[in-house]
T-cell receptor, first 118, second 111 residues
Framework: GAVVSQHPSRVICKSGTSVKIECRSL??????MFWYRQFPKQSLMLMAT?????????EQGVEKDKFLINHASLTLSTLTVTSAHPEDSSFYIC??????????????FGPGTRLTVL | LAKTTQPISMDSYEGQEVNITCSHN???????ITWYQQFPSQGPRFIIQ???TKVTNEVASLFIPADRKSSTLSLPRVSLSDTAVYYC????????????FGTGTRLTIIP
């Protein structure tokens, strides 16, 4: 099956610093990747859609200048949380699909990154 | 995107069959139904996908009635390791379409 990895799995940082999270599709190419955020005991909330070679599309209420997304290749998307604050502490999850409209597929989710901002 | 409704939580004893039903009254003709499983501090994992009638794989079965306005995920002979949150989603193309996760069903297996 398709595998999506994330790095790091866990990060602790001081308030005001920036943190970069990588999402990689290991054995397939992903034209589109998605970034989600999940707070404890809550469901996944879509933050943005990352498209290879173009700007990301952010969901309403998500600050694009705070959550920078770069989809530089068909196997890598990065999420940078800039000037992180304690309220940004959350579980960040990426997903990727193999794309194509003729293929009945699914999205493959990464293992998630636990961000704690002190 | 079709909205889905599931029970917030369910409890079951080990060894029993568990059925979780999801309501999706506004499902479109081209929509498929997919169920995901999520353990704490992990990303969701694909369980099963279907369009109509019945689909079975090595871990679950999915029952979809003719009107497709609901679906039921059936987990045979559950064990403690099946304790997780189960999400039902509906979309036309899961590969590259943004998904809206509902509350999910928190299943707790009791020894």
């Amino acid at each position: 099956g398709a595998v999506v990895s994330q790095h790091p799995s866990r990060v602790i940082c001081k308030s005001g610093t920036s943190v970069k999270i990588e999402c990689r599709s290991l054995d397939f190419q992903a034209t589109t990747m998605f970034w989600y955020r999940q707070f404890p005991k809550q469901s996944l909330m879509l933050m943005a859609t990352s498209n290879e070679g173009s700007k990301a599309t952010y969901e309403q209420g998500v600050e694009k200048d705070k959550f920078l997304i770069n989809h530089a290749s068909l196997t890598l998307s990065t999420l940078t949380v800039t000037s992180a604050h304690p309220e940004d502490s959350s579980f960040y999850i990426c997903s990727a699909g193999r794309g194509g409209t003729a293929v009945r597929d699914t999205q493959y989710f990464g293992p998630g990154t636990r961000l704690t901002v002190l | 995107l079709a909205k889905t409704t599931q029970p917030i939580s369910m409890d079951s004893y080990e060894g029993q069959e568990v059925n979780i039903t999801c309501s999706h009254n506004n499902i479109a003709t081209n929509d498929y139904i997919t169920w995901y499983q999520q353990f704490p501090s992990q990303g969701p994992r694909f369980i099963i996908q279907g369009y109509k009638t019945k689909v079975t794989n090595e871990v679950a079965s999915l029952f979809i009635p003719a009107d497709r306005k609901s679906s039921t995920l059936s987990l045979p002979r559950v064990s403690l390791s099946d304790t997780a949150v189960y999400y039902c989603l509906v979309a036309t193309n899961f590969g590259n379409e943004k998904l809206t996760f509902g509350t999910g069903t928190r299943l707790t297996i009791i020894p």
